[in-house]
T-cell receptor, first 112, second 115 residues
Framework: NAGVTQTPKFQVLKTGQSMTLQCAQD?????MYWYRQDPGMGLRLIYY???????DKGEVPNGYNVSRLNKREFSLRLESAAPSQTSVYFC???????????FGDGTRLSIL | AQSVTQLGSHVSVSEGALVLLRCNYS??????LFWYVQYPNQGLQLLLK??????LVKGINGFEAEFKKSETSFHLTKPSAHMSDAAEYFC?????????????FGTGTRLQVTL
């Protein structure tokens, strides 16, 4: 009964380092999403995948790449981390169009 | 583009008092609307959703929200606050197009409940 699982939960990087955030869901959902949460700004969509094999940019895609590895897994990659990418990252999934999203517990990422 | 406005970044109520968290949306067509709650160091949990039909929507933990098209509002209420309601609440809107459930979130309202 895991739902959406994100790894790691915490990470500290140095500027310029690369990193991949992992997300997996066990609800057989078609769509998956990556958000970042910053104080006073709510959640902003980085990338999403409407279905396996497709990915699209969200509101704030610059500096990020994604891979929909299979129906269960959707990863987010920072190629060259910058301090402005310090944030809490949430992965979510949904059955599809206009269905509620189910969220993981987040990855807290600090970039020095 | 859609947008969501949550009035009041912080709301404080006494235990047992009415909770009212405000949400207004901007959309060219009636959207799907959601309220989520976030407890410290956790992800977001769905409280309730409006898609079509009855405009008064009941959710978990005694919360409800009313969709008012004429006011473009979807305010969240609870008759009697409990200490366990202290959390951050997010209103979100999803448009009716596309194949995914892309959500636009408000900036959140932190609810404090005092004795």
């Amino acid at each position: 009964n895991a739902g959406v699982t994100q790894t790691p939960k915490f990470q500290v990087l140095k500027t310029g380092q690369s990193m991949t955030l992992q997300c997996a869901q066990d609800m057989n959902h078609n769509s998956m999403y990556w958000y970042r949460q910053d104080p006073g700004m709510g959640l902003r969509l980085i990338y999403y995948s409407a279905s396996e094999g497709t990915t699209d940019k969200g509101e704030v895609p610059n500096g990020y790449n994604v891979s929909r590895l299979n129906k269960r897994e959707f990863s987010l990659r920072l190629e060259s981390a910058a301090p402005s990418q310090t944030s809490v990252y949430f992965c979510a999934s949904s059955e599809g169009r206009n269905q509620p999203q189910h969220f993981g517990d987040g990855t807290r990422l600090s970039i020095l | 583009a859609q947008s969501v406005t949550q009035l009041g970044s912080h709301v404080s109520v006494s235990e047992g008092a009415l909770v009212l968290l405000r949400c207004n949306y901007s959309s060219s067509v009636p959207p799907y609307l959601f309220w989520y709650v976030q407890y410290p160091n956790q992800g977001l949990q769905l409280l309730l959703k409006y898609t079509t039909g009855a405009t008064l929507v009941k959710g978990i933990n005694g919360f409800e929200a009313e969709f008012k098209k004429s006011e473009t509002s979807f305010h969240l209420t609870k008759p009697s606050a409990h200490m366990s309601d202290a959390a951050e609440y997010f209103c979100a809107v999803s448009d009716r197009d596309g194949t995914a459930s892309k959500l636009t979130f408000g900036t959140g309202t932190r609810l404090q409940v005092t004795l």
